[in-house]
């Protein structure tokens, strides 16, 4: 089984953090949940966002996640796959260069990489996208291009796989999301 890394942070999306936290725990491997600032205990609060018919999704407060690792331990070289979930979390996680070098072991590497919803935030921040085909939530589709990437425009319930890395634009793609994720593994 693998040894994954999953880098969050407060207001990270609910379903985002949690779902593939509990499905690769009950497939059988081991997930390290960090937040930069943040030890193994502690919490990061978590945001629901749902699409209701609006311009853009909503969003409505979550649960607070548990940490289960320290951010500052985790040597990306000590695992073998990496997942990176979407919400607001992204947004302030990509300015913390530690973050930043940690995403880039795993392409480096060429290790299995998920990200989901604005997850794109840090893979682009990263410099990682060059080349690649990822998918995202709509309005991070001009952060991939801008970064070289080609932002797949696919339906919010499917995912793609692009050699290491599987993205999907949100939540509703879990089922195609983590079945490629899996897949890779």
Known sequence: ????????????EDYETMVPFQTLLACGHVVDAVCPGKKAGE???????????????????????AL???????????????????????????????VLAKVKHFFDEGKPVAAICHGAQLLA???VLKGRTCSAYPACAYEVTASGGTFADIAVTEAVTDGNLVTAPAWPAHPAWLKQFLAIL
């Open 43 to 65: 919490t990061v609060k978590t945001a629901i966002h749902d699409f209701e018919g609006d311009q853009t999704y909503s969003e409505k407060p979550g649960h607070n996640f």
């Open 125 to 127: 921040a990263a410099g």
């Open 1 to 12: 089984m693998a040894k994954i890394l999953m880098i969050t942070g407060d207001f990270t």
């Open 68 to 98: 289960n690792a320290d951010f500052a331990a985790a040597d990306p070289a000590g695992y073998d796959a990496l997942v990176v979930p979407g919400g607001r979390a992204p947004e302030y996680l990509r300015m913390n260069p530690d």
